[in-house]
């Protein structure tokens, strides 16, 4: 750490920002940002989404800056690395937090702390006595307000000149806000660390601070005493915008010409014009806003978020169409490396935010309705804007900050061409949600495209996060939206648009109803068992064999069965992604010769991903690969007349898989099976695969079964952890059952321990 007692010069200003810019993609985040910071605590506040965050991030240098300045006391850092940033005496407690909920206080303070410094840990447990007591405990096992105190004290322990805070009071209870406040109060007062304030709470920021800066539309537009706007609570209203909502009438704020100007630097190409009324342009609507509608707004001029500055070109020139990469193979699809993680263990990611979700500029009524009602039962919420319209929100969570996790970028969003936009939305989202921390449960409402736009990121959390869609389309097919997810649908019967006596009641029941889960959770958890989950599959056809291996293992094991109709492996596996599954025996895997024959239990392209993405111990098996499922006889397709059926009733009709299938098959599954980096057993039951395949059955086809068998076999990739079994039985035999669970045992032990200890 030789690099800390290389200062800059003393003189100088702590922090000085110059005409910064910063673009996110096309998106002009930071637009020519000018700031000093002497001594002592600068307040920074303004509207979600005007890129304060963003402006710590460009300080650390966590974000590249396209054009600009910032220096460190005489120092220039920009385009330096952030590790360099931190070791010359700058630090950084990021909104979030950000802590390891494996780890114990003790452990993330003894990972920055050193010797010879001003703040030691024993400093930081003489400031926050709380944090002493909880030592030993991790950070998934502290309140938000211990937390908070865990990521200040891992920011001082790098003994800062500068620290930079960012929302550091955000989701606290106000009697720890009171101590977070009181903190930054006595840092500014009796140390000589210099405090850069990132703050939502205009209480708090006002009684810390001299002064205050405001952030309008990606600029330090002001600067005022901190009394001043304290004391002026219609100045709050007209520069903050507060206690405005989405659907009201904008109007941003013109920062007068009198204004501090602390460089000479030109105004950068895209200076705003001035406010001017005007007939909002038709063709800048969602669809769903009705094509005769006529209403006169307010003119925001273009803004960073605008089409007309995400291109280099001529001011109001839409860019040209992005495409938004997929993933070769969707069973390992994770997002964007930059966003890469896993998703949350259920334990974890719990909390008490609601989050209400939708296209504000379009439902921003309807939504902060449901916000409020759900505010009333004394929850709190959190609201994320959806649109890709551009338009100024004053949701919590502002469409560029979720935008920003689509694969193309925030500019693959925002690119004028609706189609693509949506699609890019709606997986922005889903790598998003299941990053936050501290959800409680998520609620929605919208016509098909919100629908479309948010059930999938709900479908990525966890099961037994409460999820609840309020949707026009809730009284169809809702398959396509609910998947193997714990989503609860709630038709509309009106239109989402507008509130009147039906909608209102709807509405009012849907937010009642996630408000009580949330509720639930806190005090109510599912009965709990001491048995890790099992899951396992099954169809008819197995049934014999699944009940067999389930008398074995139900004292060990919770066993939780699915039924293998397209649903029931997609549900298994979302349980295994959510951690809820400590191993499975995937016994009937039939799923796949409808996905590839164009059966009605179809699995897709994601069969076996969570346990490619888990690790966790898989047993599996061929069970009922030999028939494909169809609907009545007359359903079935024409090409397939001259084949082997089964009426099983009237309602479904069974056909025979060919050896070329099975063929096909093998070499699809062993595809996955090789992907699989935890300990793998799969079982070929030589006597046959279901009840209809045995001697004397309408199945019975030894020579399918064998070119099944040989092309598993032929592209297995043995290795100490995975290994191919031969089994001489057929799948419902006791010999088969008790193979089964041998293979469970050898690749988890610890059960077999404990089975053994049993006994």
Same mark, same amino acid.
């Given at each position: 750490?030789?690099?800390?007692?290389?200062?800059?010069?003393?003189?100088?200003?702590?922090?000085? @920002?110059?005409?910064?810019?910063?673009?996110?993609?096309?998106?002009?985040?930071?637009?020519?940002?000018?700031?000093?910071?002497?001594?002592?605590?600068?307040?920074?506040?303004?509207?979600?989404?005007?890129?304060?965050?963003?402006?710590?991030?460009?300080?650390?240098?966590?974000?590249?800056? $396209?054009?600009?300045?910032?220096?460190?006391?005489?120092?220039?850092?920009?385009?330096?690395?952030?590790?360099?940033?931190?070791?010359?005496?700058?630090?950084?407690?990021?909104?979030?937090?950000?802590?390891?909920?494996?780890?114990?206080?003790?452990?993330?303070?003894?990972?920055?702390?050193?010797? /010879?410094?001003?703040?030691?840990?024993?400093?930081?447990?003489?400031?926050?006595?709380?944090?002493?007591?909880?030592?030993?405990?991790?950070?998934?096992?502290?309140?938000?307000?211990?937390?908070?105190?865990?990521?200040?004290?891992?920011?001082?322990?790098?003994? %800062?000149?500068?620290?930079?805070?960012?929302?550091?009071?955000?989701?606290?209870?106000?009697?720890?806000?009171? +101590?977070?406040?009181?903190?930054?109060?006595?840092?500014?007062?009796?140390?000589?660390?210099?405090?850069?304030?990132?703050?939502?709470?205009?209480?708090?920021?006002?009684?810390?601070?001299?002064?205050?800066?405001?952030?309008?539309?990606?600029?330090?537009?002001?600067?005022?005493?901190?009394? +001043?706007?304290?004391?002026?609570?219609?100045?709050?209203?007209?520069?903050?915008?507060?206690?405005?909502?989405?659907?009201?009438? !904008?109007?941003?704020?013109?920062?007068?010409?009198?204004?501090?100007?602390?460089?000479?630097?030109?105004?950068?190409?895209?200076?705003?014009? %001035?406010?001017?009324?005007?007939?909002?342009? +038709?063709?800048?609507?969602?669809?769903?806003?009705?094509?005769?509608?006529?209403?006169?707004?307010?003119?925001?001029?273009?803004?960073?978020?605008?089409?007309?500055?995400?291109?280099?070109?001529?001011?109001?020139?839409?860019?040209?169409?992005?495409?938004?990469?997929?993933?070769?193979?969707?069973?390992?699809?994770?997002?964007?490396?930059?966003?890469?993680?896993?998703?949350?263990?259920?334990?974890?990611?719990?909390?008490?935010?609601?989050?209400?979700?939708?296209?504000?500029?379009?439902?921003?009524?309807?939504?902060?309705?449901?916000?409020?009602?759900?505010?009333?039962?004394?929850?709190?919420?959190?609201?994320?804007?959806?649109?890709?319209?551009?338009?100024?929100?004053?949701?919590? @969570? %502002?469409?560029?900050?979720?935008?920003?996790?689509?694969?193309? /970028?925030?500019?693959?969003? #925002?690119?004028?061409?609706?189609?693509?936009?949506?699609?890019?939305?709606?997986?922005?989202?889903?790598?998003?949600?299941?990053?936050?921390?501290?959800?409680?449960?998520?609620?929605?409402?919208?016509?098909?495209?919100?629908?479309?736009?948010?059930?999938?990121?709900?479908?990525?959390?966890?099961?037994? !996060?409460?999820?609840?869609?309020?949707?026009?389309? *809730?009284?169809?097919? !809702?398959?396509?939206?609910?998947?193997?997810?714990?989503?609860?649908?709630?038709?509309?019967?009106?239109?989402?648009?507008?509130?009147?006596?039906?909608?209102?009641?709807?509405?009012?029941? /849907?937010?009642? *109803?996630?408000?009580?889960?949330?509720?639930?959770?806190?005090?109510?958890?599912? *009965?709990?068992?001491?048995?890790?989950?099992?899951?396992?599959?099954?169809?008819?056809?197995?049934?014999?064999?699944?009940?067999?291996?389930?008398?074995?293992?139900?004292?060990?094991?919770?066993?939780?069965?699915?039924?293998?109709?397209?649903?029931?492996?997609?549900?298994?596996?979302?349980?295994?992604?959510?951690?809820?599954?400590?191993?499975?025996?995937?016994?009937?895997?039939?799923?796949?010769?409808?996905?590839?024959?164009?059966?009605?239990?179809?699995?897709?392209?994601?069969?076996? /991903?969570?346990?490619?993405?888990?690790?966790?111990?898989?047993?599996?098996?061929?069970?009922?690969?030999?028939?494909?499922?169809?609907?009545?006889?007359?359903?079935?397709?024409?090409?397939?007349?001259?084949?082997? #059926? @089964?009426?099983?009733?009237?309602?479904?009709?069974?056909?025979?898989?060919?050896?070329?299938?099975?063929?096909?098959?093998?070499?699809?599954?062993?595809?996955?099976?090789?992907?699989?980096?935890?300990?793998? $057993?799969?079982?070929?039951?030589?006597?046959?695969?279901?009840?209809?395949?045995?001697?004397?059955?309408? #199945?019975?086809?030894?020579?399918?079964?064998?070119?099944?068998?040989?092309?598993? *076999?032929?592209?297995?990739?043995?290795?100490?952890?995975?290994?191919?079994?031969?089994?001489?039985?057929?799948?419902?035999?006791?010999?088969?059952?008790?193979?089964?669970?041998?293979?469970?045992?050898?690749?988890?032990?610890?059960?077999?321990?404990?089975?053994?200890?049993?006994?």
């Amino acid at each position: 750490m030789a690099d800390r007692n290389r200062r800059g010069n003393s003189n100088a200003p702590v922090l000085q @920002v110059r005409d910064l810019h910063v673009y996110y993609g096309h998106s002009h985040a930071l637009q020519g940002v000018n700031l000093t910071l002497d001594r002592g605590v600068l307040s920074i506040v303004g509207r979600n989404g005007m890129g304060k965050t963003t402006l710590c991030n460009a300080i650390m240098g966590l974000l590249p800056a $396209r054009r600009g300045s910032v220096q460190f006391e005489g120092q220039e850092i920009t385009g330096q690395p952030t590790h360099r940033i931190s070791s010359i005496g700058v630090g950084y407690c990021p909104q979030g937090r950000r802590l390891w909920p494996s780890l114990t206080v003790e452990e993330h303070l003894r990972l920055v702390s050193g010797s /010879g410094r001003s703040w030691t840990i024993d400093r930081v447990y003489d400031t926050f006595p709380r944090l002493y007591e909880r030592r030993r405990n991790g950070a998934g096992q502290l309140s938000g307000g211990e937390q908070q105190m865990v990521a200040i004290s891992r920011a001082l322990l790098q003994d %800062p000149s500068l620290l930079i805070l960012d929302e550091p009071t955000e989701g606290l209870a106000p009697v720890i806000v009171d +101590q977070v406040e009181n903190l930054l109060r006595t840092l500014a007062e009796e140390s000589d660390v210099t405090i850069l304030l990132i703050e939502q709470n205009i209480a708090v920021a006002t009684s810390v601070s001299e002064d205050v800066a405001i952030m309008v539309n990606g600029r330090v537009g002001n600067v005022m005493p901190a009394k +001043q706007l304290a004391a002026d609570r219609t100045l709050q209203e007209r520069l903050l915008g507060v206690g405005r909502h989405s659907h009201d009438d !904008v109007d941003l704020p013109m920062i007068p010409a009198s204004a501090p100007q602390e460089t000479s630097a030109a105004k950068p190409d895209d200076t705003e014009e %001035p406010v001017v009324e005007r007939e909002e342009p +038709q063709d800048d609507r969602t669809e769903e806003t009705a094509p005769d509608e006529k209403s006169t707004l307010v003119y925001v001029p273009p803004t960073r978020w605008s089409s007309a500055h995400w291109q280099d070109g001529k001011p109001g020139e839409r860019p040209a169409k992005q495409t938004v990469a997929k993933p070769a193979r969707p069973f390992d699809a994770k997002p964007e490396p930059v966003f890469a993680e896993p998703l949350t263990p259920l334990e974890l990611l719990r909390g008490d935010d609601v989050y209400v979700v939708g296209t504000f500029d379009t439902k921003g009524a309807e939504l902060n309705y449901i916000r409020d009602r759900i505010v009333e039962r004394g929850l709190s919420v959190r609201t994320v804007d959806l649109s890709t319209s551009g338009k100024p929100s004053s949701a919590d @969570v %502002p469409p560029h900050m979720v935008a920003a996790y689509a694969r193309g /970028g925030a500019g693959s969003v #925002f690119s004028g061409d609706r189609g693509a936009s949506i699609r890019a939305m709606q997986e922005a989202f889903e790598n998003w949600l299941p990053r936050q921390r501290g959800i409680g449960g998520v609620i929605s409402a919208a016509g098909s495209g919100g629908t479309a736009l948010a059930t999938p990121a709900m479908r990525r959390l966890p099961i037994g !996060v409460p999820k609840v869609m309020i949707s026009t389309v *809730a009284s169809g097919d !809702v398959g396509q939206y609910v998947g193997p997810a714990d989503i609860m649908m709630m038709y509309s019967v009106t239109d989402v648009q507008g509130l009147n006596q039906i909608s209102r009641r709807v509405l009012a029941n /849907g937010a009642n *109803a996630i408000a009580g889960m949330v509720k639930s959770a806190r005090t109510e958890r599912p *009965a709990s068992t001491d048995k890790p989950g099992l899951g396992l599959t099954m169809f008819g056809v197995t049934t014999t064999a699944v009940q067999q291996i389930t008398a074995q293992l139900e004292d060990r094991y919770d066993c939780l069965v699915f039924h293998a109709t397209g649903v029931g492996g997609k549900s298994m596996e979302k349980l295994a992604d959510s951690g809820m599954l400590s191993a499975a025996i995937d016994l009937t895997t039939t799923e796949v010769c409808d996905m590839m024959m164009g059966g009605v239990f179809a699995a897709d392209e994601d069969r076996f /991903g969570a346990f490619i993405r888990t690790r966790i111990p898989y047993v599996g098996s061929v069970g009922a690969l030999d028939m494909v499922n169809f609907g009545a006889r007359d359903t079935v397709p024409e090409k397939y007349n001259n084949r082997t #059926f @089964v009426e099983h009733n009237p309602q479904v009709t069974l056909m025979r898989t060919t050896r070329d299938e099975n063929v096909r098959m093998g070499e699809w599954i062993v595809e996955r099976l090789n992907r699989m980096d935890g300990p793998v $057993r799969f079982l070929i039951p030589e006597k046959g695969v279901s009840a209809l395949d045995a001697p004397g059955q309408a #199945f019975h086809d030894p020579e399918a079964d064998a070119a099944l068998f040989e092309a598993i *076999a032929r592209n297995f990739q043995e290795s100490p952890n995975r290994r191919l079994v031969r089994v001489p039985h057929h799948i419902n035999d006791p010999g088969f059952a008790d193979a089964a669970v041998r293979a469970l045992d050898e690749i988890n032990p610890m059960r077999r321990e404990a089975r053994n200890a049993a006994h």
